[in-house]
């Protein structure tokens, strides 16, 4: 890239040429990916300053991203972040990336837990205070808001944190317990969960599954979410590169038919919910039905099995007798 002017345009058009002699499966996209990341633009933007010169950082950086993509690095690792749901979470090597599916886990787990609660008669606390004010019939410090009964969630094999930092986002009633059995995994989203502004309603504990949460707590929660290694130990021979020279066996295998470490899940849960919590778990596409006979044979009612994004059979959602 040194020589004459390098234009957005330019730069654009050379990676995605480098990276599909490199085997990228698709490098249009892995081109403007990692251009607007370095950027600090969208890819919309890309097209508008086509024309618009690199500075010498800008080149430098991609230099380096390029070659890493090239030698089949994921995206996520390279630029350092993902987005997921209603929040951006910080990824790195060592930790599995968030995928579009979890996001759907996410959505099944939230409808589990009652509703986070509204104000009297469907006005705001600002709009009481107001009438308030504004009548003299009652002082704006004795409006009567109603408190939401605090939530109590365990989000088990958390990684990056991205299920219980985006339950404690978008549900202001809830407090989350986060396990991991990676050091690595739990760093990350301790760091995730500072950076969101949630480290009051979410801790993260290294250690395997349940073991590590306050028994105080057992038989009181209102939801258990995971997801959890659920890969069949034979299916991983077929993922792809990317995935298989990068990201952590040990958040991948499920064992032989992708369910042992469900089993666990299911056990525990079964002590640790109240009567009527949930559980939500995201599994591979070839385990549900039979996960789903786990959980009735475990004592669980109301089983259903979601399908994600693409029409998979995805996410186990149950409730405790």
Not at 80 to 91: D, Q
Not at 294 to 313: C, H, K, Q, W, Y
Request: net charge negative.
């Amino acid at each position: 890239m040194e020589g004459d002017i390098w234009t957005v345009k330019r730069v654009l058009a050379w990676i995605e040429g480098y990276l599909a002699q490199h085997g990228d499966e698709n490098p249009r996209v892995s081109a403007q990916w990692l251009v607007s990341e370095a950027l600090g633009v969208s890819r919309m933007q890309l097209f508008l300053d086509a024309e618009r010169p690199l500075t010498a950082d800008e080149r430098g950086i991609l230099r380096d991203w390029t070659r890493r993509r090239g030698q089949g690095e994921p995206l996520q690792y390279i630029t350092g972040e993902v987005a997921f749901r209603h929040i951006t979470l910080k990824v790195r090597s060592g930790v599995l990336i968030p995928r579009p599916e979890t996001e759907v886990l996410v959505s099944e787990a939230l409808a589990l837990l009652p509703a986070a609660p509204k104000p009297q008669d469907g006005f705001d606390a600002e709009m009481l205070r107001q009438y308030a004010e504004l009548t003299g019939e009652e002082s704006p410090d004795n409006i009567d808001v109603p408190d939401a009964a605090p939530l109590l969630i365990a989000d088990l094999c958390t990684g990056t944190g991205c299920i219980a930092c985006s339950i404690a986002f978008e549900h202001p009633s809830t407090t989350v317990v986060a396990t991991d059995i990676s050091k690595e995994a739990v760093g990350l989203a301790c760091e995730n969960t500072a950076a969101l502004g949630l480290d009051d309603r979410v801790t993260v504990v290294e250690c395997d599954l349940g073991e590590g949460i306050d028994e105080g707590l057992i038989g009181s929660l209102d939801l258990v979410v995971s997801n959890p290694p659920y890969v069949p130990t034979a299916v991983l021979a077929d993922i792809p590169d990317e995935v298989a020279f990068h990201e952590p066996s040990l958040a991948l295998d499920g064992g032989a038919d992708g369910l042992d470490v469900f089993r666990r899940i299911v056990a525990w849960s079964r002590s640790a919910l109240k009567p009527g919590g949930g559980l939500a778990v995201e599994l591979h596409e070839t385990c549900l039905d039979a996960a789903a006979d786990i959980a009735r044979e475990s004592g669980f009612v109301d089983v259903a099995i979601v399908e994600d994004l693409a029409g998979r059979p995805r996410v186990l959602v149950a409730r405790a007798r």
